[in-house]
């Protein structure tokens, strides 16, 4: 599968072990090289387009003279939207608390933006998930962020450890998009590079 990738030297722009996993999982030979970039949007953003924004703005960090000359880059970013809100990685356990009782009860929305790039082409695409949580009590919140200290994770959470299989109550869309990376859909996009 993907013989097409045989030509490039494929880049994961990511230090996130799930995107490492995932784009793994799919059979992707690829190197790791990351880049701090700020992650500021326009504030007239419409919020599902802020993952596609941002993952491009990580793409373009990358100058063409900084990469192999055959390389193909791919970058991502996740946000999870609460409430018209975007809750990012938190600032520390309170943070951590103040997002999963935000989502307590509720059905928010995952998206994850991803940005695919050769010295030829770029394509940018980003997908939703709904996320239902069950009502969380404290004691399963505290439970949470003592054992799995969700603080790298956007929306104080990652689905795949406890709190997906104990709280997590309902899912529209793709379990691996929650995760980090769209995976049906990164496969098709690869197979047209």
Same mark, same amino acid.
Request: proline content about 5%; overall charge negative; glycine content about 8%.
């Given at each position: 599968?993907? #013989? $097409?990738?045989?030509?490039?030297?494929?880049?994961? &722009?990511?230090?996130?072990? @799930?995107?490492?996993?995932?784009? @793994?999982?799919?059979?992707?030979?690829?190197? *790791?090289?990351?880049?701090?970039?700020?992650?500021?949007?326009? &504030?007239?953003?419409?919020?599902?387009?802020?993952?596609?924004?941002?993952?491009?703005?990580?793409?373009? &960090?990358? &100058?063409?003279?900084?990469?192999?000359?055959?390389?193909?880059?791919?970058?991502?970013?996740?946000?999870?939207?609460? /409430?018209?809100?975007?809750?990012?990685?938190?600032?520390?356990?309170? /943070?951590?608390? @103040?997002?999963? =009782?935000?989502? #307590?009860?509720?059905?928010?929305?995952?998206?994850?933006?991803?940005?695919?790039?050769?010295?030829?082409?770029?394509?940018?695409?980003?997908?939703?998930? $709904?996320?239902?949580?069950?009502?969380? /009590?404290?004691?399963? *919140?505290? %439970?949470? *962020?003592?054992?799995?200290?969700? %603080? /790298?994770?956007?929306?104080? %959470?990652?689905? =795949?450890?406890?709190?997906? %299989?104990?709280?997590?109550?309902?899912?529209?869309?793709?379990?691996?998009?929650?995760?980090?990376?769209?995976?049906?859909?990164?496969? =098709?996009?690869?197979?047209?590079?």
């Amino acid at each position: 599968m993907l #013989s $097409n990738l045989k030509q490039y030297c494929v880049i994961l &722009a990511s230090k996130s072990p @799930r995107r490492q996993e995932l784009l @793994r999982g799919m059979g992707v030979d690829f190197e *790791i090289m990351t880049k701090e970039t700020p992650e500021n949007y326009p &504030a007239d953003l419409p919020l599902d387009e802020v993952p596609k924004f941002l993952s491009l703005q990580k793409s373009l &960090a990358f &100058a063409d003279n900084e990469l192999p000359s055959d390389y193909l880059l791919i970058t991502s970013d996740t946000i999870v939207i609460c /409430d018209g809100e975007i809750l990012g990685k938190p600032k520390d356990r309170d /943070d951590a608390a @103040r997002m999963l =009782q935000l989502l #307590s009860g509720k059905t928010h929305h995952v998206v994850t933006g991803v940005t695919v790039r050769s010295a030829e082409k770029t394509e940018s695409f980003a997908v939703r998930s $709904n996320v239902t949580f069950a009502q969380l /009590d404290a004691d399963e *919140i505290d %439970y949470y *962020i003592e054992h799995c200290k969700p %603080y /790298d994770k956007a929306g104080a %959470y990652g689905i =795949q450890e406890w709190i997906g %299989y104990v709280g997590i109550s309902g899912l529209e869309g793709s379990f691996y998009n929650v995760m980090g990376l769209p995976t049906r859909k990164l496969f =098709q996009c690869l197979k047209g590079f």
